[in-house]
C-alpha cells in the first residue's frame, strides 16, 4: 500500500522560507513524478510542481521564480522549497504520485502550512 | 493557463436525487480530465479519470463523460456518502489546473 506523508513546520514567519518533505512508503520513488499541491483554507487546488525520479523538475510559472522541488532516492522522498512567503501562501500542502496514466491516485493527508508573523 | 470553469459552484440536493456538474475548458484537453471528491479535512480522491473512466472502488452510480472543452460529472441516485465538494483537473498542458469547485450539500 503505497503511502505518503507531508512532514515540516506548520508556521513559517511572513519573508522566510516554506519547506516541507514528503516520505514516501510501501513503493519505490523511482520510475515515478511526483508533484506538490497547495489548497488555501476554502478554496481550490493549485499545482505547484513536479519532480521526476531523475531530478526533472516543471514548475506552475506563477510560483516559479520562488519554488524549488527536489528528490532524494536514497531517502524515498521528495521535498518542497517555497521562499519569500507571504500570508497569501498560507494553505494545505499536499503531495501526490502521478500514475503511469498521468493521473493522481495516492495523495498524502496534507499539512497546514500558515504564514504569520 | 487552461482555465477550468466548474458550475453550479454550489448545489443543495437530496438522497436519491440525480445530478450534473459541468466542468467547462478554455481551450481543448481531449479526454485528459479527472474527476476528485473531497471532504473536509481530506485529501481530494480520484473518482474518474480519463473522462469517463471510473477509478476502482467508485460506484457505477457516478458516471462522466464529455471531450474537448465540456465535461460533465454526473451522480444518479445520491447518497449520503456523495455530499462532498467536487473537482475537475485538467491534465492536458502544463501547468496543471483545476476547477473552482462545487460543495453539494444536503437540502
Known amino acids: 500500500q503505497v503511502q505518503l506523508h507531508e512532514s515540516g513546520p506548520g508556521l513559517v514567519k511572513p519573508s522566510e522560507t516554506l519547506s516541507l518533505t514528503c516520505i514516501v512508503s510501501?513503493?519505490?520513488?523511482?520510475?515515478?513524478?511526483w508533484s506538490w499541491f497547495r489548497q488555501p483554507p476554502g478554496k481550490g487546488l493549485e499545482w505547484i510542481g513536479y519532480?521526476?525520479?531523475?531530478?526533472?523538475?516543471n514548475y506552475n510559472p506563477s510560483l516559479k521564480s520562488r519554488v524549488t522541488i527536489s528528490v532524494d532516492t536514497s531517502k524515498n522522498q521528495f521535498s518542497l522549497r517555497l521562499t519569500s512567503v507571504t500570508a497569501a501562501d498560507t494553505a494545505v500542502y499536499y503531495c501526490?504520485?502521478?500514475?503511469?496514466?498521468?493521473?493522481?491516485?495516492?495523495w498524502g493527508q496534507g499539512t497546514l502550512v500558515t504564514v504569520s508573523s | 493557463d487552461i482555465q477550468l470553469t466548474q458550475s453550479p459552484s454550489f448545489l443543495s440536493a437530496s438522497v436519491g436525487d440525480r445530478v450534473t456538474i459541468t466542468c467547462r475548458a478554455s481551450?481543448?484537453?481531449?479526454?485528459?480530465l479527472a474527476w476528485y471528491q473531497q471532504n473536509p479535512g481530506k485529501a481530494p480522491q480520484l473518482l474518474i479519470y480519463?473522462?469517463?473512466t471510473l477509478q476502482t472502488g467508485v460506484p457505477s452510480r457516478v458516471s462522466g463523460r464529455g471531450s474537448g472543452t465540456e465535461f460533465t460529472l454526473t451522480i444518479t441516485s445520491l447518497q449520503p456518502e456523495d455530499f462532498a465538494t467536487y473537482y475537475c483537473?485538467?491534465?492536458?498542458?502544463?501547468?496543471?489546473?483545476f476547477g473552482g469547485g462545487t460543495k453539494v450539500e444536503i437540502k
Open positions: 483537473q485538467q491534465l492536458h498542458t502544463y501547468p496543471l489546473t
Open positions: 480519463d473522462t469517463s
Open positions: 501526490a504520485r502521478r500514475e503511469f496514466s498521468r493521473y493522481y491516485y495516492y
Open positions: 519532480v521526476y525520479y531523475s531530478g526533472t523538475t
Open positions: 510501501g513503493d519505490s520513488i523511482n520510475s515515478y513524478y
Open positions: 481551450q481543448g484537453i481531449g479526454s485528459h
